[in-house]
């Protein structure tokens, strides 16, 4: 029985914004979708133990899911009236005009045309985001909290608060026309980083990373990269994602222990992800003002040309982070400059930085920040006060890699009584 729970989790994970999109596409009601998609999964909890995995599962839940909607339609016909009323609606206004420069026509994924569904500006920016994880990435809504470093309950409302926002407000499920992409990308642009972010660091679970994610919002940046080739964000969005997803191999130990940085193989770094990475921060920052993701990228390639730790450009990267801050500020950013300028200045002028931080609410429950201090003070000899913050960062982890890390250098710092090396990022 369990092994088969496990291949409908992955089949639900590999599927789920697939299966979400076709129904929604057919039926025009988000609700349904979700509850119809969860029901056929449910249906392969019965059905698969005893007559084995379908060679198609994909195709096996959404005919389930399919039935299950029609279903409830036949019983429901107040419901299925409104439905109907949103179909002609959305055929009226007819189909957009084409995105694509290059004359290829449509979008080339249902999965896209949701993605700019959910990020329509008559949603509240943040619940663009938070909808799209929940709906296309697959997360559970504990999962989109953490990404966001709020509650569960005020993420389910936030989820709920923007579907609601869809069925009131009429939003149909269509590609945007030419004259909408501008202001609609930087929405889609920021669910995709989401989804690599949850990718790259998982929030919870036994494993560091999901490369499964992160493959995934690589291959929905590649789409819109050849939608849009003169975006020069995407490409940036896209560079940044390459570069950083090249270390994938060497981030985790045999056992799925964490490697920082430092003490990383970059022989095991994909050197094909690097160079086109590479190409693709020139193409963001040529022609005009740098984006966020651009300079995030050229970020990213430092670290990547460098031979090792001690040889990176510091100089260069604390001040591309200043370009950042300037750009789009955040608590993150500046926590990320402090480590940058510890590696630069030495670890008393980056935890000067990191303790002027210490108010920020979205700091209080991220555990990259005590664990952050925890190092600097740990290479500054306060081991006291280190052991102190890694147990905060301990507290605060998601996954086990990362626990079992924090564990180690707690350890190391009540038993041992050294300072040790000095950190780096993973």
Known sequence: MEPVGVSVEAVFREEHGRLLAALVRRFGDLDLAEEVASEAVEAALIHWPAEGVPDRPGAWLMTTARRRAVDRLRRDRAYAARLAILQVEADRAGPAAPADPGGDGDLPDERLQLFFTCAHPALAAEDRVALTLRCLAGLATPEVARAFLVPPATMAQRIVRAKKKIRQARIPFRVPGADELPRRLPGVLGVIYSVFTEGYAASSGPDLQRLDLAEEAIRLTRILRRL?????????????????????????????????????????????????????????????????????????ALHDEAADVATTDWPQIVALYDVLLALAPSPVAALNRAVAVAMRDGPEAGLALLDGLAGEPLLRAYHPYPA?????????????????????????????????HLRRRLDAVTSSGTAGPPPGPA
């Open 372 to 404: 952050a201090r925890a190092d600097l003070l740990r290479r500054l000899g306060r081991l006291g006060e280190a052991a102190a913050a890694y147990r905060e960062a301990l507290a605060l982890a998601g996954t086990e890699p990362e626990r079992a």
């Open 228 to 300: 849009l080739p003169a975006e020069r964000e995407v490409a940036g969005l896209l560079g940044l994602m390459l570069l950083v997803h090249a270390r994938r191999e060497a981030r985790t130990g045999p056992d799925g222990e964490v490697v920082l940085l430092d003490d990383q193989d970059r022989g095991r770094w994909d050197g094909t992800m690097i160079e086109e990475g590479g190409g693709l921060v020139v193409a963001a920052l040529s022609g005009g003002p740098p984006g966020p993701y651009g300079v995030q990228a050229a970020i990213a």
